[in-house]
Structure formats: C-alpha cells, structure tokens
Nanobody, 123 residues
C-alpha cells in the first residue's frame, strides 16, 4: 500500500517562497524516481519537477531556475523549494513516483496520489 502526504502549501505574495514536503509510505522508496505535479482549476495536471533515484533532476521550463526538487531517502521525504513565486504557480501540488520523463506526459506509477497541498500566489 502506498501513502503520500504533501504539506507546506500556503498563500504568499508574488516573489515569495515556499517549501513543500511529501512523506511517502511505500516499499523501496529509494528505488523510485519521484516527481512533483500541479493542477490549477480547469487545467490538466502537469509535471513540475522530477528527481531520479540517483539524484539527477529535471524541471518544466516554466519553473526552471526558480524551483528545486530534492529528496531524503532516509526519511522517505521529497521536497520542492519554490522561490520567486508567480501568480501562475497557483495550483494544488502533488507528489508521486514518476512514470515517464516528459513533463507534459509524465504521470504517477500505479496512479498513486496524495491529497495535495494548495499553493496560492497573489500579485
């Protein structure tokens, strides 16, 4: 059984920062590539950042140089440091084990999702 619990969201002004966390209860967490996704109202869920089990990272163009994904395998925790936030970053953010590499088509292994954490950025 897989359980993903995201936290750290909130309301900030443009230019602000937030750090999201995701605690994963899953077997062999360290063997999975992990990712952050987001979904804005009326829009399709999209990949934001991905980190391989070996630590290599990749980002959607829209967040490159502003967001940093990291992981602590000993704590089975995934992080997303978000800086210089923009109103267009407003969405519910989810973590999941990543299936695929392409940010626009990437999805969750096993369709496993947590409840998400809301990020709201005001201008």
């Amino acid at each position: 059984q897989v359980r993903l619990v995201e936290s750290g969201g909130g309301s900030v002004q443009a230019g602000g920062s937030l750090r999201l966390s995701c605690i994963a209860s899953m077997y062999s967490y360290s063997n999975y590539n992990m990712a952050w996704f987001r979904q804005a109202p009326g829009k399709k869920r999209e990949g934001v950042a991905r980190i391989e089990h070996g630590g290599m990272t990749s980002y959607a163009d829209s967040v490159k140089d502003r967001f940093t994904i990291s992981r602590d395998n000993s704590k089975k925790t995934l992080y997303l440091q978000m800086t210089n936030l923009k109103p267009e970053d407003t969405a519910k953010y989810y973590c999941a084990p990543a299936a695929g590499r392409n940010m626009s088509t990437m999805t969750s292994v096993g369709d496993w999702w947590g409840q998400g954490t809301q990020v709201t950025v005001s201008s």
